[in-house]
C-alpha cells in the first residue's frame, strides 16, 4: 500500500508491505502524483516496508530526482540497514536525508505493543 499526504509545506508517501517488482506498475502514477503536489520537502515514509529491491530503489530514486529537479527535499523515515543498503548499492544514499532521529511506532509491518 502507498498512501500520499501532504500539508502546506510538504508531501509524504507512506509506504506498507513490499516495495518490488510486483508493485512497479504502480510508480509512475504516485510519482506524477506527488510531482504534482510541488512541496519542497518530501518525507518518504519506509516504517512499515517489509522488504525492498532495486525496482523499489529506483522508485524511490526517481521520487528524489523529481523533487531535487524543482528544488526540493527528500527524507527518508524509518528506513532500516537493509533498505539504507540496497540505496547505497544502486548509488543512490546521498539523494535522500536521513531522519536517523525517527522512531517508527511498527515493528516491520506489525504494531507495537
Do not use: W, Y
Request: aromatic letters at 4%; a negative charge; proline letters at 1%.
Amino acid at each position: 500500500m502507498i498512501e500520499i499526504s501532504a500539508s502546506a509545506t510538504s508531501a509524504a508517501v507512506t509506504i506498507e508491505g513490499d516495495l518490488d517488482l510486483a508493485e512497479r506498475e504502480r510508480f509512475p502514477e504516485v510519482t506524477a502524483r506527488v510531482s504534482g503536489l510541488r512541496r519542497q520537502l518530501l518525507v518518504l515514509d519506509l516504517c512499515r516496508v517489509t522488504f525492498m529491491d532495486s525496482t523499489g530503489a529506483a522508485f524511490l530514486m526517481a521520487l528524489a530526482d523529481a523533487s531535487a529537479r524543482r528544488g526540493g527535499a527528500t527524507v527518508l523515515r524509518g528506513a532500516s540497514e537493509r533498505e539504507l543498503f540496497v540505496l547505497e548499492v544502486c548509488g543512490a544514499l546521498d539523494m535522500f536525508r536521513i531522519d536517523d532521529q525517527h522512531r517508527c511506532n511498527v515493528q516491520r509491518g506489525k504494531l507495537s505493543a
